[in-house]
């Protein structure tokens, strides 16, 4: 069964960092295009960050230069670094593997101003 689980949410004051992770299991993690998308209160949820299985990245404009997705195959783990958070990036944070259309249960970054 495929299992997608994330962590490295918080609180975090306007300025700082934080680091999410999703570890995959169930499924080889090279075989798939992983996402991370977020989604706010009162807001639709939105595509953040893709890296193919190749190791293409693509990011919504709000987020370039400041986050970087990642991930490594043999610790079957996707990545998002975040830098220079901003209020606006509060959400909860989830983790999607395209291939099978599969999300994590999502981890919530709040960043205070």
């Known amino acids: 069964q495929v299992q997608l689980v994330e962590s490295g949410g918080g609180l975090v004051q306007a300025g700082g960092s934080l680091r999410l992770s999703c570890a995959v299991s169930?499924?080889?993690?090279?075989?798939?295009?992983m996402d991370w998308y977020r989604q706010a209160p009162g807001k639709q949820r939105e595509l953040v960050a893709t890296?193919?299985?190749?190791?293409?990245?693509n990011y919504v404009d709000s987020v370039k230069g400041r986050f970087t997705i990642s991930r490594d195959n043999a610790k079957n783990t996707v990545y998002l670094q975040m830098n220079s958070l901003r209020p606006e990036d509060t959400a909860v944070y989830y983790c999607h593997a395209a291939l099978i259309n599969y999300w994590g249960q999502g981890t919530q970054v709040t960043v205070s101003s």
């Open positions: 169930g499924m080889p993690l090279g075989v798939t295009a």
């Open positions: 890296i193919s299985s190749r190791g293409t990245t």
